[in-house]
């Protein structure tokens, strides 16, 4: 079990993220404090909620990324290296990062995540700060360059790039020596952040393993993100702690089915805080959460994140991975589907084939929109509103597609869709709806629908989309 920081440490990295220009505000008190209580219940108002950046903002409609886990790893068969791997291990013959591209194109991927440097600490790219790089090894006769080669074959693709660089370094002899390691952590994300063109985001977890002779690193991450800041302001930052975007508390692809954009930064203080409350939070986030903070879901298209032969038969069906949208973008998050490469450095057909199936079997879902004959928005109080369609004819309708518009804040605490006409019913009922909230039914003969809004903030307009 990893060591969680102590809260000396704690209190000094707060007080630097403050002092580096992060607010960490503390809750305001909303009407009633008896609702604050989890899972939240009844109608509050605030004053000044947070409302997305437009880097958040571009972030969310993105949708759906590619996670890229590769490296050493992926020629030792292993999930974790020790660090001790030789880089002449790392040799793949027909590295083809365009295909890649094309593959998460073909997925309706617009962005790719890299692992520029994993816990192993091989370095994809030609790092000043260590020799356990691709420049000892013999890709490209030592003059590879895989996160260049990446980050082209991105913008030649219209997706936007993202990079992880793990804090953690199995490797790296400062390891441990928490000042000398820091300055050379620092100087890793600079080369990344200044050598390879704009960012769409940038990754962190909390990964922290002991040190040689049992040595325990402590991670400036005030000056970790004040980094990014400076030389990527235009991306987010990643990390279950935020501060931009904040992990969803588990890797089975599967938000909350509440699921605020908005968190009380407190219920989760530091980057690796664990506990059944800090994954609550991650879930679900807080109605009166201070900061908006949305969340990642991400998964394994394969159930290890490096490529191994031995699961080359369990590659996720194209059925199971538009669940997986389902319950990640169509619970107000953000799908990060992970897609190794094999040695050859190369996509593996049956993942290649898998992405183009969820593909079509997403569209094949959204294909078919019901266009209402008319419609009829009703503010029934200060934190209440009803949307009614009709349609010109009875319809089948299988998927339910409830929008907010998260520039404007996150609102709806409940929603109920009925049936309208004499055999009226209740077929689809939740809580939060945020960016996107999807629902499959099966409801036949079907002349309109009438949906009901509870908010937490004087209501504003749902867009509601029906599919046949």
């Avoid at 013999?138 to 082209?152: A, K």
């Avoid at 009922?429 to 079907?446: E, F, H, K, M, P």
């Amino acid at each position: 079990m990893l060591e969680s920081p102590s809260r000396r440490d704690v209190l000094r990295q707060l007080a630097a993220l403050a002092a580096a220009g992060f607010s960490l505000p503390s809750v305001r008190p909303a009407d009633d404090p008896r609702a604050l209580a989890a899972p939240w219940r009844g109608h509050l108002r605030f004053r000044g909620r947070p409302r997305p950046t437009k880097a958040q903002l571009a972030w969310q409609r993105d949708e759906l990324a590619l996670f890229v886990h590769f490296g050493v790893n992926t020629f030792s068969d292993r999930e974790w290296g020790d660090g001790r791997e030789s880089p002449a291990s790392f040799n793949p013959t027909a590295l083809g990062a365009r295909q890649w591209a094309q593959a998460a194109s073909a997925a309706g991927a617009r962005a790719m995540i890299l692992t520029a440097k994993h816990h192993d600490g091989f370095c994809l790219w030609p790092t000043k700060t260590t020799t356990h790089s691709v420049a000892s090894s013999p890709f490209r006769g030592g003059s590879g360059d895989v996160v260049r080669e990446f980050v082209d074959a991105c913008r030649a693709a219209d997706l936007r790039p993202g990079l992880y660089c793990s804090p953690w370094d199995r490797n790296h002899p400062a390891y441990g020596d928490s000042a000398r390691y820091n300055d050379v952590y620092i100087a890793q994300l600079t080369e990344l952040l200044t050598q390879y063109g704009p960012l769409a985001e940038v990754w962190f977890d909390g990964a922290n393993g002991e040190g040689p002779n049992g040595r325990k690193q402590v991670y400036d991450w005030p000056r970790v993100w004040s980094t990014v800041r400076r030389l990527q302001p235009n991306a987010v930052i990643f990390s279950d702690a935020g501060p931009d975007v904040r992990w969803i508390g588990n890797e089975r692809g599967v938000a909350g089915e509440t699921c605020w954009s908005t968190i009380r930064p407190e219920s989760v203080p530091y980057i690796g805080a664990s506990g059944d409350d800090v994954i609550d939070a991650l879930q679900h986030g807080h109605a009166d959460g201070t900061v908006w903070r949305p969340g990642e879901t991400d998964v394994s298209i394969r159930p290890g994140w490096f490529y191994h032969a031995a699961e080359d038969a369990k590659v996720r069906s194209a059925e199971n991975l538009a669940d997986l949208f389902f319950t990640s973008v169509g619970r107000n998050s953000k799908l990060l589907l992970n897609v190794p490469p094999t040695r050859d450095g190369l996509f593996h057909p049956v993942d290649v084939e898998r992405l183009a199936g969820m593909k079509a079997t997403l569209d094949a879902r959204f294909a078919t929109a019901v266009v209402p004959r008319q419609e009829r928005w009703h503010r029934r109080d200060a934190m209440s509103a009803t949307l009614t369609q009709t349609f010109a004819q009875p319809q089948h309708v299988r998927t339910i597609d409830l929008r907010e518009a998260i520039e404007d804040g996150q609102r709806v605490s409940r929603w109920t869709l009925r049936t309208l006409g004499a055999a009226s019913r209740v077929i689809a009922q939740g809580s939060t709806i945020g960016y996107r909230a999807l629902r499959a039914v099966d409801v036949r003969d079907v002349s309109g629908f009438e949906l009901a809004l509870e908010t937490i903030e004087p209501p504003k307009r749902v867009r509601l989309m029906t599919y046949t």
